[in-house]
Every structure is written in structure tokens, then in C-alpha cells.
């Protein structure tokens, strides 16, 4: 079992940055990585961003690349997502998960153990 707990959420401006945190506890040892989703209302989840373990090789989508970063510290179990120049796009609960193959590292599939979000919403 692994317990993922999100952190960092909150109310910004149009142009603003947030970091996220997301703490995870537990048999962490048994993950191959950690990943980052998002969910904004009355869309599906989408897949955000993806950190390995070992070795900290990154994943992020396409679309979000250049302003939303994911890094780890591996001392602390924690993963950050760093997010710049946000947008009304951006508005959404934002879930981190335990990645465990299987699947595409964008795919939920892959993913067990998700936390219960942090709400991200960005104002004009």
C-alpha cells in the first residue's frame, strides 16, 4: 500500500504560479514512478506530468510543456509540480498517483493509489 497526499492548491491570478507537493508514504519502494493528472469539471482526467523513482527521468504532456515542471525529492518521498504562467484553462483538481507499469506512463491504467486532489483555480 501506498498514500499519496497532494498539498499546494489554491486560488490565483491569470499569470501566476503555484507550486504542488505531493507527499507519498508507505511501501513507496514497490513504485516505478509518480505521476500527475488532472481533472477540470465536466472533463475527463487528463495526465499531466510523470517522474521515475530512480533516476528522476521525467514525462510531461506536450501541451503543458514549458510551464509546468515535475521534480522529486527522494529524501522527503515527495514530488513537486511547479506551475508558471497559469491560465483559466488550468483551472482543475489536480491528483497524484502511483505508477506501477503495465501501461504507458500517461495512461491511468498504470496507476494505483491516487490522492484525493488539491484544487487549482486560476481567476482573471
Known amino acids: 500500500q501506498v498514500q499519496m497526499v497532494e498539498s499546494g492548491g489554491g486560488l490565483v491570478q491569470t499569470g501566476g504560479s503555484l507550486r504542488l507537493s505531493c507527499a507519498a508514504s508507505g511501501n513507496t519502494g514497490s513504485m516505478l514512478g509518480l505521476g500527475w493528472f488532472r481533472q477540470a469539471p465536466g472533463k475527463e482526467r487528463e495526465f499531466v506530468a510523470y517522474i521515475k523513482w530512480s533516476g528522476g527521468s521525467t514525462y510531461h504532456a506536450d501541451s503543458l510543456k514549458g510551464r509546468f515542471t515535475i521534480s522529486r525529492d527522494n529524501a522527503k518521498n515527495t514530488v513537486y509540480l511547479q506551475m508558471n504562467n497559469l491560465n483559466a484553462e488550468d483551472t482543475a483538481n489536480y491528483y497524484c498517483?502511483?505508477?506501477?507499469?503495465?501501461?504507458?506512463?500517461?495512461?491511468?491504467?498504470?496507476?494505483?493509489?491516487w490522492g484525493q486532489g488539491t484544487q487549482v483555480t486560476v481567476s482573471s
Open positions: 498517483a502511483a505508477y506501477f507499469g503495465g501501461f504507458h506512463v500517461t495512461s491511468e491504467r498504470g496507476y494505483k493509489f
